[in-house]
């Protein structure tokens, strides 16, 4: 599954660290609550050899009916029982070779009764009949009165464990089957699924089509898919692989320029792996309203239609990311798949890491250590914020919970450490081992360990038991001298985290670089492990820039305190990109003219965009009037990306009308880029200068890719903490709006609320139903929404959300925002009570003093 990199962009745009929770920087809490209890793989008394669905999807009673059968193998002697997951479903008849079975439902359980028992080893199909009309699991997309234009579709989501809502099943991931989905939809609509298409039938008098797909590759359940509407297929090939895209008649174009580098991906993925893509075909659909980004259902990949974009959009906005996430799946995922949950970092870490493989050979090495640094960014927010844990965890009350920022982002930092440590060769010579190994089966943590070391013949037990099984990160400072008579560099490095049994100190090797004068540079590889060193090399001269892990590839935080002429030497000639974009972050603090001349020539003439955006970043915290100079000469940058990041700089000039009148003329002449001028419409907000009461409201009816500029233009107005901001937030937040701009008008609404206290009541009186909206989106953003307001009045419908929705992450957001505002109103309590104690006080005090003075003055009198 992948959340989409949009989202994180969205977030870092708007200043949250995530678009959709709007969490804040509350601090840490535990992962889990202490009464939560490890979780174990599943026990199975049979193995599942084959899956047969055919089903016919009733699109106006939102219904599936139909038959699941089973093919079967019996683990143990004697097993005349079988049980299936079976929720919230009706089962009409079942049976068992042939012969009528008795059956039993129970909490979500089908029990089976077989005619006879069976012994180990034999096989029996079983038949269930079966309907029902999920809630989740299999869902039903159409128009109504608020949203006259949504297509109809249906489409299946399995992953985690949510196969049982459509389909009686075994629904955990340590059992593999072939599988056969054999859909009956009106005529007029495409059914996919996974594997080869056997055939595809008119039923003339019923109107309907009967499609039928086989996948003889074994996978497990939660990979099962279905996806039916009015697709047109477009047709492209990867070598003998055929590839195709499903979208809505009119979105060709659009389908062409997200999921067109499909091709060279597979190619691509085939050669560092070493294992041809393993599947019939490879079909990407994209669905509406879908609930992630994507799902790498095998051989069938669903996406969110979000990532279908313009031309417009394409100059800044890519389905790379997303593309070759749900591609690496079908081998890290569908073709060797975690046996339960705690290690889905097998899965997701993989994927996520392929993503930024995908980019190293699209875009090169810079972009794919920015792609690095916004993964290490997004894993150490939620482990700063939010909670650590380790990467392989078993005591989670949901599955979804584990699908988090340290399971996919933190598991692609460990393989990229792991690759850096073995080398290249060696990476994808046990990546090679380990795929070929464990093909068509499940595995844990220590099946890729054993291929490593199998493959590097190096034991690497240390590595994984410091970066999976335990948990956090080191803090890492580094200080240097020279020793002129000696001629010695030395650099100190310290790990300063607090250690304890769950984090150690951590060991690994990195590279210092010693720049010289000329911006050259001599590297040595060092071996940390303690928890201080001092690295002596021998330098004819003082090194006029110290670098430690100049390549950012080992996950830490790093403390390192140089001067400007360091930071200057760096921001100009540090081979990577990565470390120029550092050294300007850095040179943010320090703020002298120079320090602004040289950001302002790193602005204008650096070769990568991302150097220039984070030289615009550190110009706009520095915020003097040449460092304003400097960005508005940048509003002319060719990358769209480094103009979205001096927009955002613009807007830290508040009061500024300078800084104003630039954004108000970006957007009055608009930008190429969507995402330009929606940054310009936030930080216009920002600036809270008139002119942006003026132009925000014009800019709200700009349409762009995924109502990103209304979003920003929304966020803006709550800036201002106008009034009419309040008005116009609520307009936006009504059902049959566009979703997006429903989220992020909740978002502001939230801002305005905290904003001023008179605003408050009114704005969570209005709130408190969205708990029941219909759209995910919203429910998903409310938590956030109710937790940075903090009013104990939404406790009771978080309270609901918590227990009732039926998605595991608004439930978990609830529990949070719930703990949030307990811990909030502990706190007005506590300082409530803190003040009566302090009046009372402050009363026999005077009382005191009172009697004091009588007392005084009574004995002057005698
Ligand atoms: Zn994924």
Redesign the pocket.
Known sequence: ??KPRYLDEVAELLGDIDAFSGRGASGRRPFQPAHVEPRWPRDRAADVLHIRLEVELDFDRRRIAGTATHRVAAILDDLDRLEFDAAEMEIGAVRAGGEPATFEVREGKLHIGLPRALKSGEEIEVAIDYCAVPRRGLYFVGPDEAYPNKPVEAWTQGEDEDSRYWFPCYDYPNDRATSEVIATVPERFTAISNGALVSSTHNRNAATRTFHWRHDVPHSTYLITLAAGEFVAIEDRAGDVPVHYYVHPGREDDARRAFGNTPRMIRFFERIIGVPYPYAKYAQVAVSDFIFG???NTSATTQTADTLHDARAHLDFKSDPLVA??LA?QWW?DLLTCRDWSHAWL??GF??YFEALWCEEDLGADEFAWNLRQDREAYLAEDSREYRRPIVCNRYRAPIELFDRHL?EKGSLVLHMLRREVGDALFFKSLNLYCNRHRGGNVVTSDLERAFEDATGRNLEWFFDQWVYKEGHPDIEVSSSFDDKRKLSSITVKQTHNTSPATPLFRFTATIALMDSEGREIRHRVEVREAEHVFNFPCEKAPKAVRFDPGFDILKTLKHKRGREALEMELKHAPEAIGRGAAARELGREGSPQAVAALRQALLNDSFWGVQADAATALGEIRTEAALDALIEGLRLGHPKARRAVARALGHFRGNPRAASALSSLLSRGDESYFVEAEAALALGRTRDPEAARMLPEVMARESHLDVIRAHALAGMAEMHDERAVSVAREWTVYGKPPRARVAAVGALAKLARHRESWRDEIVDYLLPFADDKEFLVRMRLPGAFEEIGDPRALEPLHRLADRDLDGRVQRRARTAIAAINEGRNRTEQEKRMREDLDKLRDENKRLQQRIEKLEALAIKE
Do not use: P
């Open positions: 599954m992948h994507g799902m790498e996430h749900e799946h995922g899965n997701e994927a996520t996919y």
